[in-house]
């Protein structure tokens, strides 16, 4: 179940990076390889960071594959793209919320603080858009605009508290997503931003 | 002689890096360091990605003594590039068929899938130039362009063909790079492009 | 003694990261991450490059709450930066100095070439900015117009002669960091700059 939710996530952030790719009138490469490291980039950061190597998408093709069939997909759609929005949306929410989970967990293996964890979480689901925006010499869209990264720490804190109280790793995971997936679903619809701050 | 090619494909790199440096009015500091990860930057990212550290150049400094060769040579000389351009091209043609096979070796090496193999040999091949451009504000040139990439993957793909009818492995690589050589002249002289796609 | 500088460079570097981000109207996320990048990136680069893995900031969290502290002190007194550039100055000067030191030190230490030693040292100082500026969409300040790497590069070059003529331990740091600190004011006074070539 879980392993889906991962594979559902890693198709919608794949296409997201396909979208952004094509808009930029990048050729067949371009967008491929944007839509990989937007679905891998942050996992990626991640696994070079602790030292989990080779990384983890050289271990597991499954990904490759998977993101290829998605920028198939994306290329052949791209211009229904607008009546799919609201679907590729709820993916990609899912895939923050497995994503963090999925970074978390890694952290925890390798015995580093609760701090670092929802830093590792943060960084598996959101890294791969800020690499994605970067290959498109674009400031990042996360550091600007939407309230997206911080939804993730977020669900690390409500992570380490719950575990605290030793929940069920099952229910554990479970109300991290859903922590995660309804505050993102609610910041998109009551407009909530980050501040920003003047300082000329 | 393969080193003797690694060396010329490094040269032509660090030449491209440090021209294109200076087309961007950088000082000399900011000429080195790009012509330094132009040459090397690919294959620092696979050695950091399959965990082959410390990454290569740090331990073999015939590389940086290269590179700064070839750079007083580009500072030198900047006004006479045109006439030197199908000189530099032609040992960047070198360096593409050799920095593939030498991805593609460290991966059979490590055990790697082979199509895990073939995103190493066009990492190697490829990234310097994407980090290049990443560091000049550009989005880099193989996403929108030029058929460069997608060579050193057609070669990849040569390379396991042919291993798999148990070719002699200085055959094997002679072939390879000769495919990805002549591909790329033809590439540039009948001006191949990727598709791109509009979404709009 | 030491490490007070250690972190009053860490500071330093976090606030200028985050007044960069705020010049560019980042959000609060945006702001963190860039002081976060400004002051640890270099460091993290340099580890994930030898293999020193979980890299340093993940595995002493002093750097990461000092970071916060300055980040809210840079946010709630933006508008008085002006005043305190002079201070800022010297903090950031003190921080190039024992940044590099301790890129020398890590090389040393797994016994690497001077050459790549001095590499790491400057690493570790410069490529925090470097990637602050990538992520803010800017061609790299150090590769265009400061004087700033080749001071750590001189600095490292000081270091291994006075290191070969059997200099103690503190007299080596103390005369390094002194050299670097020295040429940057030198550098900032007199408006040292390095060449840049016209290619067209």
Redesign the interface.
């Known amino acids: 179940m879980f392993h889906l939710l991962d594979i559902i996530g890693t198709i919608a952030f794949a296409m997201s990076g396909a979208?952004t790719?094509?808009?930029?009138?990048?050729?067949?490469?371009?967008?491929f390889?944007?839509a990989f490291v937007t679905a891998v980039g942050g996992g990626?950061l991640r696994d070079?960071?602790?030292?989990r190597?080779?990384?983890g998408w050289?271990l597991d093709?499954e990904y490759?594959y998977v993101i290829c069939i998605a920028c198939v997909f994306a290329?052949l759609f791209?211009?229904k793209?607008d009546r799919l929005r609201t679907s590729l949306f709820l993916f990609d929410t899912i895939g923050l919320g497995v994503f963090t989970l999925i970074g978390l967990e890694k952290g925890i293996n390798?015995g580093?603080?609760p701090?670092?964890c929802i830093?590792l979480g943060t960084m598996t689901a959101c890294f791969g858009g800020?690499i994605r925006d970067?290959?498109?010499?674009?400031?990042?869209v996360?550091?600007?605009?939407e309230?997206y990264?911080?939804i993730c720490i977020l669900g690390g804190v409500v992570f380490f508290i719950l575990k605290s109280f030793d929940f069920d790793d099952d229910l554990l995971y479970l109300t991290t997503s859903l922590v995660i997936i309804s505050v993102r679903l609610m910041a998109v619809k009551f407009k909530w931003?980050?501040?920003?701050?003047?300082?000329?």
Request: proline fraction near 5%.
């Open positions: 979208l790719a094509m808009s930029k009138k990048m050729d067949a490469f371009g967008v390889i944007i990626t070079v960071m602790i030292g190597t080779p990384v050289m093709l490759v290329v791209r211009k793209f390798i580093l603080h701090i670092v830093a800020v970067i290959l498109c010499a674009e400031i990042p996360i550091f600007r605009k309230i990264a911080t931003y980050l501040p920003t701050f003047e300082n000329k």
